[in-house]
């Protein structure tokens, strides 16, 4: 009996599925961001063998699940940037970058203090990934806290969620840099010089998408919507998506910065004839599939997470030292924020949590191999991981206390 190489891949996706939906009804419940859920559910799936339960096993290195988790990966962050247009980020201002920046910047500096005192006998380019690992804010995480506390029209939410908006954009360029280290376009330690060229690759790509791509996009679907043809919608967004995913990695970027950058380009002006004629909107149409695969590389960056590393010699100082980096790092954007009425507390809270980016180069990292400690990306990968976790289970609690100190300053009458 020949057996279907398939079978597997469709038990896989149906556990992954009905699993992702049950956790996030109970992370809702629990007030905690879905993206927790399905970590913890990969956690658990992943570490069966330890109560001897093999079946499950054969998934970490499913090459199509593999496959289906990039994608999903990629439609999630084409997601994120529809809610941005260049224009809109253009309008953020002055502190919103200025907040980004200095969080970004005290994020990759102190987690290059933490490689460089802890890992000293690795090269620039670890140190490096740890600060790439712990640089930017999840802004689906930030945007779930501040809803479920009732505070999404605040003015901090609002500095918070533009701020880190930005600071995806920094992201791109800062996944792009370590993307090039670890897929050995860098050899050796790294140079001063080659991180500054590749971010500067990175940026000159971006800008380019940016200038060129809103208006190659509005023709697009100019065309589109003369056409006619029903249904167009989504196939041409994906496919311009997917596109621009294949021209980053032509010039060696990751293509998670191109799947970024369409969504970003996407504005609702080019396509609303489009979406009048279906009567849904582009991110209607989109949201079943991120609904359907997202949730396939959170939890599979959850079974790859071996528990058992934790005991291993330096991951559990590696990952308490990057959370405290991470945390730190983070209160330094209360330096970026100018006039009154916002309080600094609350937007350097609101900015702890790290999510997708920080899983992208985690799940990089594994890739790392050293003579002194063959098992390093693995070492790496679980204490970033552990880093994610703490610092999403933390942003509830660090919000609700500055938000109820804010409110016990505020002046009666």
């Given at each position: 009996m020949i057996r279907d190489p398939l079978a597997p891949v469709l038990l896989y996706l149906a556990i992954i599925a009905v699993g992702a939906k049950f956790v996030d009804?109970?992370?809702?419940?629990?007030?905690?961001?879905?993206?927790?859920?399905?970590?913890?559910?990969?956690?658990?799936?992943?570490?069966?063998?330890?109560?001897?339960?093999?079946?499950?096993?054969?998934?970490?290195?499913?090459?199509?699940?593999?496959?289906?988790?990039?994608?999903?990966?990629?439609?999630?962050?084409?997601?994120?940037?529809?809610?941005?247009?260049?224009?809109?980020?253009?309008?953020?201002?002055?502190?919103?970058?200025?907040?980004?920046?200095?969080?970004?910047?005290?994020?990759?500096?102190?987690?290059?203090?933490?490689?460089?005192?802890?890992?000293?006998h690795e090269p620039g380019h670890v140190h490096l990934v740890l600060g790439a690992a712990i640089c930017?804010?999840?802004?689906?995480?930030?945007?779930?806290?501040?809803?479920?506390?009732?505070?999404?029209?605040?003015?901090?939410?609002?500095?918070?969620?533009?701020?880190?908006?930005?600071?995806?954009?920094?992201?791109?360029?800062?996944?792009?840099?370590?993307?090039?280290?670890?897929?050995?376009?860098?050899?050796?330690?790294?140079?001063?010089?080659?991180?500054?060229?590749?971010?500067?690759?990175?940026?000159?790509?971006?800008?380019i998408v940016f200038i060129l791509g809103r208006y190659f996009s509005s023709r697009l679907f100019s065309l589109t919507s003369r056409l006619g043809a029903p249904g167009a919608l989504l196939p041409v967004a994906l496919g311009l998506c997917f596109a621009l995913c294949w021209l980053a990695t032509t010039v060696g970027l990751a293509p998670i910065v191109g799947a970024l950058s369409a969504g970003i380009i996407l504005e609702p002006l080019h396509y609303q004839d489009l979406e009048k004629r279906e009567?849904?909107?582009?991110?209607?149409?989109?949201?079943?599939?991120?609904?359907?695969?997202?949730?396939?590389f959170f939890v599979l960056v959850g079974i790859r997470t071996d528990l058992r590393m934790l005991a291993a010699p330096g991951v559990l100082s590696l990952a308490t030292a990057l959370t405290l980096a991470a945390v730190l790092g983070k209160q330094a954007c209360a330096a970026g924020v100018f006039g009154k009425g916002v309080n600094r507390g609350t937007v350097a809270a609101g900015m702890i949590p790290r999510g997708e980016v920080s899983l992208v180069v985690a799940n990089l990292?594994?890739?790392?191999?050293?003579?002194?400690?063959?098992?390093?990306?693995?070492v790496i990968f679980t204490a970033v991981v552990v880093t994610v976790l703490l610092t999403t289970l933390m942003t509830p609690l660090a919000l609700k206390w500055s938000l109820r100190l804010k409110a016990a300053e505020r002046p009666v009458g």
């Open positions: 009804w109970a992370m809702s419940r629990l007030r905690q961001p879905s993206v927790l859920g399905e970590l913890l559910l990969g956690v658990l799936l992943g570490n069966l063998p330890l109560l001897g339960i093999q079946v499950l096993e054969p998934m970490k290195a499913n090459t199509t699940i593999d496959a289906l988790a990039g994608l999903g990966l990629i439609v999630l962050l084409f997601d994120v940037g529809l809610e941005s247009t260049v224009s809109q980020m253009l309008k953020l201002g002055v502190t919103a970058v200025a907040v980004a920046l200095v969080g970004v910047l005290a994020s990759i500096a102190l987690g290059w203090g933490v490689g460089a005192l802890l890992l000293a930017s804010t999840s802004v689906g995480i930030s945007a779930r806290v501040l809803r479920d506390l009732g505070r999404s029209q605040s003015a901090e939410a609002r500095l918070i969620l533009a701020a880190a908006l930005i600071d995806d954009v920094l992201g791109l360029v800062v996944i792009a840099v370590a993307g090039g280290v670890m897929s050995g376009l860098v050899v050796g330690d790294l140079s001063a010089g080659r991180v500054v060229s590749m971010a500067a690759e990175a940026a000159g790509f971006i800008l009567d849904r909107t582009l991110h209607q149409l989109v949201y079943p599939i991120t609904s359907l695969l997202s949730p396939v990292a594994r890739t790392f191999q050293s003579r002194a400690r063959p098992r390093l990306g693995d």
